[in-house]
């Protein structure tokens, strides 16, 4: 389990924090393409220096609210009751974020779907995206279900079917018309997995 995060800790998630919002503000007002780490860093109130501390670029910066939203999901998987079933599990775990944040019913506006459809154009983007977790979802994973994650296939594939729906559920909330919220599809996607995506 997780230790709390302390005070230096806490303030340092609100800093990379604060610098995501300020990037996807940008984006959403201008463009992907017509916004600097400068710009960003100015946004949110803190130095060039500092930003370069924190991101290499402007698309690990808006990257890593969805990171987060993940790393959050992995601490919440870890605390579920051990006799759940692993994709309820999965499922309370991945929404858990979203609620948190009370955006579980929030849908992109137009604007917002435009801006959405080109940073999952961006190649760096989805690198940025996709590098992190993976392997602590396959110890978790393999810690609840009792395997081993170096020998069976299990945790990886479980894992790996986490992230898929996940990228997924993005790609469709971006495209969706009329736009419909994330968490909707989040859960939807994990459940046609848990139901062993029955043929239609």
Same mark, same amino acid.
Do not use: H
């Given at each position: 389990?997780?230790?709390?995060?302390?005070? /230096?800790?806490?303030?340092?998630?609100?800093?990379?924090?604060?610098?995501?919002?300020?990037?996807?503000?940008?984006?959403?007002?201008?463009?992907?393409?017509?916004? +600097? /780490?400068?710009?960003?860093?100015?946004?949110?109130?803190?130095?060039?220096?500092?930003?370069?501390?924190?991101f290499t670029?402007?698309?690990?910066?808006?990257?890593?609210?969805?990171?987060?939203?993940?790393?959050q999901s992995?601490?919440?998987?870890?605390?579920?009751?051990?006799?759940?079933?692993?994709?309820?599990?999965?499922?309370?775990?991945?929404?858990?974020?979203?609620?948190?944040?009370?955006?579980?019913?929030?849908?992109? +506006?137009?604007?917002?779907?435009?801006?959405?459809?080109?940073?999952?154009?961006?190649?760096?983007?989805?690198?940025?995206?996709?590098?992190?977790?993976?392997?602590?979802?396959?110890?978790a994973i393999?810690?609840? +279900?009792?395997?081993?994650?170096?020998?069976?296939?299990?945790?990886?594939?479980?894992?790996?079917?986490?992230?898929?729906?996940?990228?997924?559920?993005?790609?469709?909330?971006?495209?969706?018309?009329?736009?419909?919220?994330?968490?909707?599809?989040?859960?939807?996607?994990?459940?046609?997995?848990?139901?062993?995506?029955?043929?239609?």
């Amino acid at each position: 389990m997780n230790a709390p995060l302390g005070l /230096r800790e806490r303030k340092k998630l609100g800093t990379r924090w604060a610098l995501s919002d300020a990037a996807l503000a940008l984006a959403l007002e201008r463009g992907l393409d017509n916004i +600097t /780490r400068e710009e960003i860093a100015n946004r949110a109130g803190v130095s060039l220096r500092t930003f370069n501390n924190y991101f290499t670029g402007k698309y690990e910066a808006i990257a890593f609210r969805q990171v987060d939203r993940m790393r959050q999901s992995l601490a919440a998987f870890r605390q579920r009751p051990a006799e759940e079933p692993l994709w309820s599990a999965v499922t309370e775990a991945m929404l858990a974020p979203l609620q948190a944040e009370g955006a579980m019913n929030v849908a992109p +506006t137009a604007g917002e779907v435009a801006v959405i459809r080109e940073l999952l154009s961006a190649r760096d983007l989805r690198a940025a995206l996709t590098k992190d977790l993976f392997a602590d979802w396959v110890d978790a994973i393999a810690e609840r +279900t009792g395997t081993d994650p170096g020998r069976d296939m299990y945790p990886r594939l479980v894992a790996g079917v986490i992230r898929a729906v996940g990228e997924v559920a993005i790609e469709v909330y971006a495209n969706a018309d009329p736009p419909v919220a994330y968490a909707d599809l989040l859960r939807r996607g994990l459940a046609e997995v848990a139901a062993g995506l029955p043929e239609r």
